[in-house]
C-alpha cells in the first residue's frame, strides 16, 4: 500500500519537533498553545456568527456546521498530544500509588508503554504483522496512514464545505473541499500522540516523571483552599 511517502514525511515532522523542542522549548509550547487557542477561537466565532445570522437574519454558511465538526476534531486530535506532554490528561492512580516503589514504576512504565502501541495502532496497524499479528491487505484496515492515502487518492469531497469561488477560478479548484485535507489532523495528531507518549515513556524510565496521567485537578483545588473553611 502507498502509505511510504505519508509515513516518511510523519516522520520528519516529528524529526523537526524533536530538534525544534531541544533548542526552543518555550517558542514550541507557545506555539502548540497558540493552535490550540486558535481552533477554540475558530470553533466559538464561527458558532457565534452563525446563531446571529441564523436568528437575527434568517441567513447563514450552509458549511458552518460541518467546519466546525472539523475546527473540533482537530482540537481534540492535536490536544491530545499536549495533554501527555503537559500530563494534564485525567486518570485514576488510587490503586496503583498503594504499590510498592518498584511495582509503581513498572506499573507506570507499563501504561505509558500502552499509549504509545495504542498510538501507533491507530496510525498504521501494519507494523504488527513483524510480531504474527494479521497482515494488512486492505485500506480500511491499516489505521490513519491508510484512510488518509485512500482519501488523498481518490479526492472525494466534503459535504458541504466549499472552496471560495475565488480560489476556485483562481487556482482551478473543485468546488467542495477535499475530504484528505479536513482528515489531514488525523495522522498527524497520532504520530504527535506516539512521539509524546514516547518521551513521556522514556521520562518515567529515567524516573523524570511519575506517571503518563498526572491531572489531579481535585486534588489541587482542596489543597489550594484548605484553609477556607477555616476562616
Known amino acids: 500500500m502507498a502509505v511510504l511517502w505519508p509515513s516518511v514525511l510523519l ?3 516529528v524529526a523537526i519537533l524533536f530538534l525544534a523542542e531541544r533548542k526552543y522549548p518555550e517558542a514550541v509550547n507557545t506555539l502548540e498553545e497558540s493552535i490550540i487557542a486558535f481552533l ?5 466565532i464561527i458558532s457565534f456568527t452563525q446563531v446571529v445570522a441564523r436568528y437575527g437574519f434568517n441567513s447563514g454558511w450552509g ?3 460541518e467546519l466546525t465538526r472539523i475546527l473540533f476534531a ?3 486530535l492535536f490536544g491530545m498530544s499536549y495533554g501527555v506532554k503537559q500530563g494534564m490528561h485525567l486518570g485514576v492512580d488510587a490503586l496503583i500509588r498503594t504499590f510498592p516503589k518498584p511495582l509503581f514504576h513498572a506499573a507506570a512504565l507499563f501504561g505509558a508503554i500502552c499509549c504509545l502501541l495504542y498510538a501507533m495502532m491507530l496510525l498504521h496497524a501494519g507494523w504488527l504483522s513483524f510480531f ?3 497482515e494488512i ?3 480500511r484496515q491499516s489505521g490513519a496512514l491508510g484512510y488518509w492515502t485512500l482519501m ?3 479526492g472525494i469531497g466534503l459535504d458541504d464545505l466549499r472552496y471560495p469561488v475565488w480560489m476556485q477560478e483562481t487556482f482551478g479548484l473543485q468546488e467542495r473541499v477535499q475530504r484528505w485535507v479536513a482528515y489531514l489532523m488525523l495522522p498527524i495528531g497520532l504520530a504527535l500522540l506516539a512521539f509524546r507518549s514516547l518521551q513521556a515513556t522514556v521520562a518515567i524510565a529515567r524516573g523524570e516523571r511519575e506517571l503518563i496521567i498526572a491531572g489531579h485537578e481535585a486534588e489541587d ?3 489550594e483552599n484548605r484553609d477556607v473553611l477555616k476562616d
Do not use: D, P
Open 137 to 139: 491487505t486492505s485500506y
Open 152 to 154: 488523498y487518492g481518490t
Open 11 to 13: 516522520v520528519i515532522l
Open 40 to 44: 477554540l477561537a475558530a470553533i466559538t
Open 221 to 223: 483545588l482542596v489543597a
Open 74 to 76: 482537530w482540537l481534540i
Open 63 to 65: 458549511g458552518a456546521l
Open 132 to 134: 504474527g499479528g494479521k
